[in-house]
């Protein structure tokens, strides 16, 4: 049993923590509340930065009922909505059945299969995201893009830059930079990247 969103309420706590460090800065009981557990970025992201999301919080114009950014909002939910339900939870089916029956699948149903749940982990986590962008927007919120059309890229290096772009830069800002980046030699660059991606690879398990 884990607690609902506990990644990404822990990659909040640090990105707090680490930031308040560096620079530190009063910040109330509410407002770190608010950073830590609100609510359209608690399960699936994106990873908003505590100094980012903070400053958010308290500038005046949020307090303002702005009509223009909640129509946006609700175009972001709806757009994310319609990937998820109409796109990624149809996917699922197909992929459910496929992966449940492997052994009598032929050659071309296999692929199918695996192109089927390459769509629909995209359109899931994509959706997920941009209902959470949408919904931010609606309360004042503006949280970066978190998926750039990935599928299109050239080369594994741009891939990486369109997918889960919160997850990568968070990995970037507070332990492959902090490390020494590529800043100090071969040796320590790829000691540097061969960390960032154990822990990339703890954090999905």
């Not at 223009?68 to 992929?95: E, H, P, R, T, W």
């Not at 332990?175 to 800043?183: A, E, K, T, V």
């Amino acid at each position: 049993i884990i607690p609902l969103g506990i990644s990404f309420i822990t990659f909040s706590q640090i990105s707090f923590l680490i930031d308040e460090y560096r620079e530190y800065e009063e910040v109330s009981f509410i407002d770190y509340a608010v950073y830590v557990l609100y609510f359209p970025k608690v399960t699936m992201g994106p990873i908003a930065l505590s100094k980012d999301f903070i400053k958010n919080l308290n500038e005046s114009v949020r307090k303002d009922t702005d009509f223009d950014n909640i129509a946006k909002g609700l175009y972001a939910f709806s757009f994310g909505l319609a990937k998820k339900v109409l796109i990624a939870d149809l996917l699922a089916g197909y992929v459910s059945y496929a992966y449940d029956y492997t052994p009598i699948l032929g050659m071309t149903n296999a692929w199918l299969a695996v192109l089927a749940y390459t769509l629909q982990i995209y359109f899931d986590f994509s959706g997920y995201s941009d209902m959470a962008i949408g919904l931010g927007r609606i309360f004042g919120f503006k949280f970066l893009e978190n998926f750039n059309f990935p599928y299109i890229s050239k080369s594994i290096t741009e891939f990486w830059r369109r997918w889960h772009i919160s997850l990568s830069s968070w990995f970037r800002d507070y332990i492959y930079i902090p490390l020494g980046g590529n800043r100090k030699g071969i040796l320590k660059q790829i000691r540097n990247m061969f960390l960032v991606w154990i822990l990339t690879g703890f954090w999905h398990g």
